[in-house]
């Protein structure tokens, strides 16, 4: 009796949840390794036969996206964190993972037959799962097997988008002028360094030396006016420590994350080969990056396209010159609450020095969720440009901040700074959301 219960079990365990007993152990050895933040780049220089565009049957699927289907144990802890199902959005990391392995079991004779297979998109996996990711990592981060479930997302993103032209309508402006101009915004590329003219800040024209550090201005504090801010005090407090700095000027362009975080891998490729060449013949070997994104790509992505730099985000070079006496900040009294980024606390695991900077402005008082745990803005994923359905994320994450009594919201990226300043607006509350720079600004000024 005892053989025939194991028998048995054994048939019945690759079709149910406990398949993950004889895989979870493999996928935890060949689980990520590098910063949570990058993605695996696709090749666009194979022979037609084995070029892949992300997937679109199971047959597209990665050995390692295979594993991951295998190994999820259903306990779903991806799904209590995500952002998107805490707002009313259809997507579930765990139902996302089930489907594919679902499908993958369903056709498994197909694959290995050389039969029809059906896209996963629509079927295995709802439409709107895919579309509902803002590509925060709170999933990735929370799981107890190292199933990566952005990779799949974007996986299946880049088949919707380079094969089928298939992705939410909102987007199409924003994918239209990123490859059309070199910003998500749309505006001219002489436009980007008109900001800095007043500042006095040096633009490094070809032929030039490099500086000791390149500042990445990004696309959102060169156009958009609440995002500048924080570029404009970043740009005040090296010069007043007495850094050696510079900005590409017009010769900068977006980083391309945004359309690879759509699904547009050849936009993103495309953009960053350009960036690294312009940084390779302008000599650059330190740069610093206001936003995440940018950060993430910069220092994680495009290493795979020649790019090796030493990159570092605004605030821990504040901090350090901070600590170094270089700046003097005086402390306040008002309490302010620090809102953690996920491409910069979670991805790439900058959480102690923006702190440091807030503790030396005011008195800080921490949101429930914070650090690498925290909660998205609702702006990753390319959902800056996208619209939200159910409840938005920036809501919800300005009710969290608002029930710790702080008078200040402090963030340390321009696409935060953006999506809950709105979300400040539209539930009519009394926050200010501003960049740690700033507050570093105002308080050594005053």
Known sequence: AHLAVVLAFLVYLPYSEHLHIATAAVNVFFGRTRKRGRLEPLRFDLPDDELRFGVGTVADLTWKEMVDSFSCTECGRCQDVCPAYATGKTLSPKLLIMGIRDQLFAESGNLLGGGELTPIAGNGVPVEMVWDCVTCGACV?????????????????????????????????????????????GKPQGDRAAWAEALGVRIVEEGEPAPEILYWVGCAAAYDERARKAAESTVKLLKKAGVDFAILGAREACTGDPARRMGNEYVFQSYAEQNVATLNDAGVTKIVASCPHCLNSLGNEYPDFGGQYEVMHHTQLLAELVRDGKLQPKAGEGEITYHDS????RHNDVRDEPRELVAAVGKPVEMARNRERTFCCGAGGAHMWMEERGTPINEERVREAVETGAETLAVACPFCTVMLDDGVRSMGKQLRVVDVSTLLVESIEN
């Open 342 to 345: 996920c491409y910069l606390a």
């Open 141 to 185: 981060h929370e799981c107890p097997v190292s199933i990566e479930h952005v990779d799949h997302i974007v996986d299946l993103r880049r088949n919707l988008v380079m094969m089928d032209s298939s992705f939410p309508q909102e987007a199409e402006s924003m994918l239209r002028d990123v490859e059309r101009v070199g910003n998500p915004w």
